[in-house]
Nanobody, 123 residues
Framework: AVRLVESGGGSVQAGGSLRLSCTVS????????VGWYRQAPGNACELVSM???????YYTDFVKGRFTISQDNAKNTLYLQMNSLKPEDTAMYYC?????????????????WGQGTQVTVST
């Protein structure tokens, strides 16, 4: 079965850094968009960053220049390096994989979510 497991969340002061990891089992990156979403309480889920099937990347404007998405194909792991963190980045972060990812979530019924990892940024 396909499983996505996130790790690396935690509590950090503003300006600090965290690196999130998402290990994917039961599938490869080859035929999927892979990415990171986040959701704060009371807010909509938003796409933070993704790597499309063709290798191109996307970042939401709020994280450009601060976050970097990458993947290690040998380890079948997706990463999100988060630098210069702000309190506004506080959210539950989820990795996802699907044939197509959208700004609002999975694009097809065949996609997968991880369980999430909490990121809390304090002043």
């Amino acid at each position: 079965a396909v499983r996505l497991v996130e790790s690396g969340g935690g509590s950090v002061q503003a300006g600090g850094s965290l690196r999130l990891s998402c290990t994917v089992s039961g599938a490869t990156f080859d035929d999927s968009d892979v990415g990171w979403y986040r959701q704060a309480p009371g807010n909509a889920c938003e796409l933070v960053s993704m790597i499309k099937r063709d290798g191109t990347t996307y970042y939401t404007d709020f994280v450009k220049g601060r976050f970097t998405i990458s993947q290690d194909n040998a380890k079948n792991t997706l990463y999100l390096q988060m630098n210069s963190l702000k309190p506004e980045d506080t959210a539950m972060y989820y990795c996802a994989a699907d044939l197509i990812l959208t700004p609002y979530g999975l694009g097809t019924p065949g996609g997968y979510w991880g369980q999430g990892t909490q990121v809390t940024v304090s002043t």
